[in-house]
């Protein structure tokens, strides 16, 4: 069974920084296109970027383009989401979602539990 397991979450203050892991046990972490989505309070859940299982392209949601950054390393088994001019309305759980179909935004069957980030003003 592949799980995925998130780490790094806390509270920062707007305009900080935050880089989430995500490790990924039960299967091959290169096989799986990897993504990140977020979940606020009363909102619906929603992607924030993805890699492909080579590292070669990544996606990203508008809302958080050029501020930040999926990266991976398949020898670690480890997807990084590094977080960089964090406002109030980045507070979310971030989930951390393996073997997406595509990096389009659409998630795969394997989510983490999830990490809290809290973005004070």
């Known amino acids: 069974q592949v799980q995925p397991v998130e780490s790094g979450g806390g509270l920062v203050q707007a305009g900080g920084s935050m880089r989430l892991s995500c490790a990924v046990s039960?299967?091959?972490?290169?096989?799986?296109?990897m993504g990140w989505f977020r979940q606020a309070p009363g909102k619906e859940r929603e992607f924030v970027a993805a890699?492909?299982?080579?590292?070669?392209?990544?996606y990203y949601a508008d809302s958080v383009k050029g501020r930040f950054t999926i990266s991976r390393d398949n020898t670690k088994n480890t997807v990084y989401l590094q977080m960089n001019s964090l406002n109030p309305e980045d507070t979310a759980v971030y989930l951390c979602n393996a073997d997406l179909p595509s990096i389009l935004g659409r998630p795969g069957p394997y989510w983490g539990q999830g990490t809290q980030v809290t973005v004070s003003s």
């Open positions: 039960g299967g091959t972490l290169r096989y799986y296109h």
């Open positions: 890699v492909s299982w080579s590292a070669g392209s990544t």
